[in-house]
């Protein structure tokens, strides 16, 4: 295999991008993960481990098949350690003119539909988007956590988003605790970031979450709330004797919201108190038709207008541009959530997120985290080896298809050498030399 990394440049490319994950484990199950890296880097398709084996690794190592079931399925593979080497990996991308851009954290869960009771974790849940045709899903729920960080592309400045990690659900587990601990996990990596927002839907901004968030002084929470949650006035000092109100009156988003018309929606702003935080927040209200009461939104910022001129303070030139923005810049941050509902697609489309036939919480959850380390990888490494800087604007799949296709034919000539080199055969007798005796070597 080292002779196999020293004669192929795309694959010791790979290889020194996955390092750092392979460093963190023994060297056999090093070796073992880097090997499944790579396949499903390689591989169009990964239906299970045993498709894996018989189509790629077993050509690559002497390594049984039962080999890679037991680094899966009984290896407590260090997933945090895992999320803080990507995490440390996509903030060492970051421009350093884009400094003092903030770095969002985006929290969410995914379902994914299994058709056999035999899986650890196996429940039937509620389906709010109906991807079954029904409300109700029979599989799993991953708790997922993604990080997007300001690259510039090209002449413009985008947010590159990447998976972090992936927590399959127990049957006693809370999402919120789920989702504070890989949040808490993340700021460990993130502490001297000058500014993280965490973006999430109406689920996560309660209980544990807003604990955490509260427990970071460079933690921000920009959040799509639901509509029945109270809001109150700022406190108003009445100049009476006694201890001072800490909310003022309750407000109604009907009524006391001034709207103004931004292309097809109405919006509304205000800073205001919650019982949320002890702080007040300002508010962001949305709506399509005034009229409609069930269609108002409403997004919670924890950020305030005069922190965000701060954030941004040597950024006056995009302000200016975007007048705005100051006003709405929860919206506008809050836009990029949608991030992770493209990652989910992206990793149940053209990555097999779904075709694990793993069957322990251990096993899948591993196997999950593997395929996310590989989804990264072909975000990150255009940026992070110029090699392959003509990918850095490319959506993930063409990266995959592109590696694919490339290491398939080194890994065919690297085979080819070695039969030739091994069995000592003279190029004027290659042409007597049936290909299948080949194959069957290769593989």
């Excluded at 109406?202 to 509509?227: C, D, F, H, M, Q």
């Amino acid at each position: 295999m080292e002779i196999l990394y020293q004669k192929s440049k795309i694959i010791s490319r790979v290889k020194k991008y996955f390092l750092p994950y392979i460093e963190l484990l023994t060297k056999p199950s090093g070796h073992k993960l880097f090997l499944l890296l790579l396949a499903i880097v390689s591989m169009q398709a990964v239906t299970s481990i045993q498709h894996i084996y018989n189509w790629f690794l077993r050509g690559m190592s002497k390594l049984s098949l039962n080999a890679y079931y037991h680094l899966l399925s009984y290896t407590k593979l260090p997933t945090d350690k895992f999320s803080a080497v990507t995490l440390n990996k996509a903030i060492a991308l970051t421009d350093p003119n884009l400094k003092d851009m903030p770095v969002l954290l985006l929290i969410d869960d995914t379902l994914q539909a299994k058709f056999g009771t035999k899986f650890e974790c196996y429940t039937k849940m509620f389906d709010h988007a109906r991807h079954t045709g029904s409300s109700y899903l029979s599989g799993h729920c991953f708790v997922a956590l993604a990080v997007g960080i300001p690259v510039i592309v090209g002449n413009s400045i985008k947010y590159l988003t990447v998976p972090i990690r992936f927590w399959l659900k127990g049957e006693n587990e809370s999402k919120l605790t789920i989702a504070s601990k890989m949040i808490a996990d993340a700021m460990k990596v993130l502490k001297d970031i000058h500014a993280v927002i965490l973006l999430c839907d109406s689920w996560y901004p309660k209980g544990e979450v807003l604990k955490t968030v509260s427990s970071y002084e460079n933690l921000e929470l920009i959040a799509n709330i639901r509509g029945d949650t109270v809001l109150y006035d700022l406190p108003q000092c009445t100049g009476k004797r006694g201890r001072p109100a800490k909310k003022g009156r309750k407000l109604s988003i009907y009524v006391d919201f001034d709207f103004s018309e931004f292309g097809k929606y109405y919006v509304a702003v205000r800073t205001v108190m919650t019982n949320l935080f002890k702080n007040p927040v300002y508010m962001a209200v949305t709506a399509a038709n005034l009229e409609n009461h069930k269609g108002y939104r409403l997004f919670l910022c924890t950020i305030t207008p005069d922190k965000f001129i701060d954030i941004f303070r040597e950024r006056e030139q995009l302000l200016s541009q975007h007048p705005h923005l100051c006003s709405l810049f929860p919206l506008f941050f809050y836009s990029f959530r949608w991030n992770i509902e493209v990652i989910f697609y992206e990793l149940k489309t053209f990555w097999s997120f779904g075709e694990y036939m793993l069957r322990s919480k251990q096993g899948i959850e591993n196997f999950i985290n593997i395929i996310s380390i590989s989804y990264a990888c072909a975000k990150l490494i255009p940026f992070e080896d110029d090699f392959f800087s003509d990918f850095s604007d490319v959506s993930t799949q063409t990266v995959k298809y592109a590696f694919g296709d490339v290491i398939r034919k080194e890994l065919f000539f690297a085979h080819f050498v070695d039969f030739v080199e091994t069995r000592h055969i003279s190029f004027e007798n290659l042409r007597d030399l049936d290909i299948l005796d080949l194959f069957a070597y290769s593989s």
